[in-house]
């Protein structure tokens, strides 16, 4: 069965410094795509970056960027030069095939001025 | 612009009415799916549909029904049969098959009392 874990509840980050949100997944799959989404408070779910399992080379989505450690099944997201904006739940997301997605239970960032 | 609607934002019902809660996507996706959101936790998977006419339950369809009779459209039912009916949901849809990521609506949230 494929399974995301996201270990942390929430984390603060100041203004301008990067932060990484972790991520660790759970399949017997060796095809499979790596998500990750954001949810401001409005509660839209907003695709941020992808990444696929045969992908050699980290993604990168401006100013998002994933750590993506096959070996250790971890594909961290990485924020650089956080934003005030960037304040919402993030949730880690894997599908394999044609399965369904299927998502963490989501971290909550903090932008603090 | 190409996105998907959900309408409306809050929903507010009586308990043992059936509702239906509207989606509709002119991105020519052929996939769509529907999702729950309780506070604080991830999504979970209510129903899918990867092509006109079929769809197949997820992982807590028990007390939801779906149709899919046009490519654009992927309604969901709250039935009186659902035991907890009070959440947030969300309708995605993606270009079906084992590649794309899921964009998302912006979401209705339903409360039964």
């Known amino acids: 069965a494929q399974k995301i874990t996201q270990t942390q509840p929430g984390m603060f980050v100041q203004e301008k410094e990067a932060v990484t949100l972790d991520c660790t997944y759970d399949?017997?799959?060796?095809?499979?795509?790596l998500f990750w989404y954001k949810q401001p408070s409005s509660g839209e779910m907003i695709f941020l970056i992808y990444?696929?399992?045969?992908?050699?080379q980290n993604a990168t989505e401006g100013r998002y960027s994933l750590n993506f450690q096959k070996a250790r099944k971890s594909t961290n997201l990485v924020i650089s030069a956080s934003q005030l904006g960037d304040s919402a739940m993030y949730f880690c997301?894997?599908?394999?095939?044609?399965?369904?997605?299927?998502f963490g239970t989501g971290t909550r960032l903090l932008v603090s001025p | 612009d190409g996105g998907i609607t959900q309408s409306p934002k809050y929903l507010f019902r009586k308990e043992g009415q059936n509702v239906t809660l509207s989606c509709e996507q002119n991105?020519?996706?052929?996939?769509m799916y529907w999702y729950r959101q309780d506070p604080g936790q991830g999504l979970r998977l209510i129903y899918y549909?990867?092509?006109?006419?079929?769809?197949q339950k997820g992982d807590i369809a028990e007390g939801y029904s779906v149709s899919r009779e046009k490519k654009e459209s992927f309604p969901l039912t709250v039935t009186s049969a659902q035991k907890n009916p009070t959440a947030f949901y969300l309708c995605?849809?993606?270009?079906?098959?084992?590649?794309?990521?899921?964009?998302f609506g912006p979401g209705t949230r339903l409360t039964v009392t």
């Open positions: 995605a849809s993606s270009i079906g098959g084992q590649g794309g990521e899921q964009y």
């Open positions: 991105l020519n996706h052929d996939a």
């Open positions: 997301a894997m599908k394999t095939g044609f399965q369904k997605l299927v």
């Open positions: 399949t017997s799959d060796q095809s499979y795509g």
């Open positions: 990444q696929g399992s045969y992908d050699e």
């Open positions: 549909s990867q092509i006109v006419n079929d769809f």
